[in-house]
């Protein structure tokens, strides 16, 4: 080892001095001969003094970095053999990906342990099996494009929001492959228009920019070859034929572009621009994960767009289901005061004058005076009916005294009428003042939830709480019955549509009703709402 080690010649790349002193030192510590370079241009001179044994080589340089002294000497056939072991501060596995497919044996992140870079240099001195070096470069290399493949998927499924989602994209392509500019333009819903809806650079995108990066699909298909759009992968342009007459404070600083065309479902949804200001190649590996990314990103891009979808076919079905429950509840009230003000009204005057002719009957006989007593029953009882009727159609209370009230009136009318004992207590916390149609909304739903505990229930207690709760407002009721398993589908005919009306209708204040139950343990239904959507004001 150490005699091998003293025939060896090092080159160590590196422009900063310390840091390639710092190297040779713990090299020539190992007994290998050491010649250093402090810059890429000088790196390419002293190979072509003396071919070295091997390599390492720092990536960021000024005027030629390690990744073009890298192409230049494995494009060469009298130099392709030099193992190169990458020594660099570059660290994300792309960049791996970009020295591993461009050749190098292996790839050191700074600050290093010198025993390992001592133990590197070893090891790729030692003659090589070119067919298993190969296959190891290979899973490396996949390795490497899997977790970024990972890495970004994981970012992109924290998020359903079209922003969020193009944001992640652009920054996290612009860091990875180091770009000066990563921007996506989607196609518009004419399919003739490319829009630029994210853009992300190192300095500050100009209105020319912006104007350059908005293009339509012909145009595009004039700077791309026809069979571009459909195949994955990065496509380069040029530059000149890009900006074509039109400028940008950064799109005229770049010497590379590329189009990473978008497609989802195969179609053909938009395009990510990636641009240097360098020159920028890459490898075939580097193409494959951009063609893996690209297909990952329209996936992610295609699916906020059926969430928007989705979200706005939930806004408009809200709004027409507020509607629809706003005018049912006004038809309620329309057909409750006809019914006070006419038939109700209507009625009472038969009973008066039902007892008017009682009373001026005197000695009748009796059949006439029971038959004028049972319609004056008929008829106090066709009131006490109708009310309960106009009760049911438009409580008055509720416009009267409140919500609060409204609910505790309610309970205990219930449990008046309940045929087994049952008591219902009223909890009241913090409730904000509510719009109107909140409070016909909160109303239903207790309402109907309170008819299922007596009717279902067969429970002897229960609780209905209002209040304010973690930010909401939240209407909970709760009893002692036999429950139920709501794993279970209801069937047709039982309390299951009362619950899809209380559902329906929390809905459509954009809250939520959950119903928490099992055999045995009784039923708990709890209506949450934002309190924005309920406030009156």
């Known amino acids: 080892m150490a005699e091998a080690a003293s025939t060896a010649d090092i080159l160590v790349v590196d422009d900063e ?24 241009r000088q790196a390419l001179e002293e190979v072509r003094k003396k071919k070295p044994d091997c390599i390492l080589l720092d990536i960021m340089m000024p005027e030629i970095d390690g990744w073009e002294v890298m192409r230049v000497l494995k494009s060469d056939p009298l130099t392709a053999d030099i193992p190169i072991i990458v020594v660099t501060a570059r660290s994300t596995d792309v960049d791996q990906i970009k020295g591993f497919s461009g050749g190098a044996v292996e790839y050191v992140t700074k600050p290093f342990d010198p025993g390992e870079l001592t133990r590197y240099v070893a090891r790729a001195l030692k003659p090589r099996d070119e067919v298993v070096e190969e296959e190891l470069r290979k899973d490396r290399i996949r390795k490497l494009q899997l977790s970024t493949i990972y890495d970004i998927t994981e970012a992109l499924i924290s998020t359903l929001e079209i ?8 920054e996290k392509l612009l860091m990875l492959f180091g770009l000066d500019l990563c921007a996506i ?45 459909h195949i994955s992968g990065p496509h380069q342009v040029s530059i000149r034929d890009f900006v074509a007459g039109g400028s940008g404070s950064v799109i005229g600083l770049l010497q590379s572009l590329y189009l990473l065309p978008l497609r989802a479902k195969k179609k053909f949804t938009g395009v990510i621009y990636l641009g240097q200001k360098g020159y920028m190649r890459f490898s075939d590996e580097e193409r ?64 008066f004058r039902l007892q008017l002719c009682s009373a001026r009957l005197g000695e009748a006989p009796k059949e006439v ?64 003042p509510l719009t109107p ?35 909401k407002l939240e209407l909970a009721i709760r009893d002692d019955g036999v429950g139920f398993e709501t794993s279970i589908p209801q069937r ?46």
């Open 369 to 432: 005076r029971d038959a004028l007593e049972e319609a004056q029953e008929i008829v106090n009882a066709s009131v006490v009916e109708i009310r309960r009727i106009i009760a049911g159609l438009r409580p008055t209370m509720l416009d009267d005294l409140g919500l609060v009230v409204a609910l505790q009136r309610y309970t205990q009318s219930l449990q008046n009428e309940a045929v087994s004992p049952l008591r219902i207590e009223v909890r009241e916390g913090e409730v904000p």
């Open 492 to 537: 047709r005919g039982t309390h299951s549509y009362g619950l899809v009306g209380m559902r329906e209708r929390a809905q459509s204040l954009g809250g939520t009703l959950d119903i928490n139950s099992s055999p045995g343990n009784g039923t708990e239904v709890i209506a949450r709402f934002p309190r924005c959507r309920c406030r009156g004001w």
């Open 163 to 170: 922003e969020e989602v193009l944001e992640i994209i652009a």
């Open 288 to 351: 494959d994960l951009l063609s893996a990314i690209g297909n990952e990103a329209a996936m992610a891009i295609e699916n906020t767009r059926l969430y928007d979808n989705l979200r706005y076919d939930e806004e408009v079905h809200r709004g027409l289901l507020q509607r629809l429950i706003t005018a049912q509840e006004d038809e309620r009230r329309r057909v409750a005061i006809e019914l006070h003000d006419g038939i109700v009204q209507n009625i009472v005057s038969a009973l």
């Open 17 to 40: 001095p310390d840091v390639a002193r710092i190297m040779s030192i713990y090299l020539e510590m190992a007994g290998y001969g050491v010649r250093t370079a402090l810059g890429g």
């Open 437 to 471: 149609e909140a409070e016909t909304t909160l109303f239903r739903i207790a309402q109907e939830g309170l008819n299922n505990v007596v009717k279902h229930s067969r429970g002897r207690e229960a609780v209905l709480s209002i209040g304010v709760r973690d930010g």
């Open 185 to 229: 333009s989607l196609l518009d819903p004419s399919g003739k228009m490319l829009r630029l809806a994210c853009g992300r650079s190192t300095s500050q995108l100009s209105q020319g920019d912006t104007a350059l990066l908005s293009i339509p699909t012909a145009r595009l298909e004039e700077l791309l070859p026809p069979e571009s759009l």
